[in-house]
């Protein structure tokens, strides 16, 4: 009866096992990855300094955009208008 009680426990430890091998695997990958997230109240370090802005690639960027948006979009809102005066009665 001892034999068959202690095969028992045994077995049923066996077979809990993997879930809590799983389950602390599982916990401990989330933790690991937690790590690399700051909190939210999280101070920011004195020693870190800000990144200066980089104006000059800014501006260029936004004059660049500016050079393609603007008379696109003046020629895709402006067609009827520019149609209208092209054609000024004359269909």
Known sequence: MFARV???QSAQTLLRRPQ???L???SSL?????SFEPHPFQRVPVTAKPAPADLGRLIKKTAGNAVVFFPL???LLGWPY????LVDGSV
């Open 6 to 8: 202690a095969a028992r």
């Open 20 to 22: 809590q091998a799983n």
């Open 24 to 26: 602390s695997f599982m």
């Open 30 to 34: 989330r933790s690991f990855a937690r």
């Open 73 to 75: 979009a003046g020629g």
């Open 82 to 85: 520019i149609a209208k005066t």
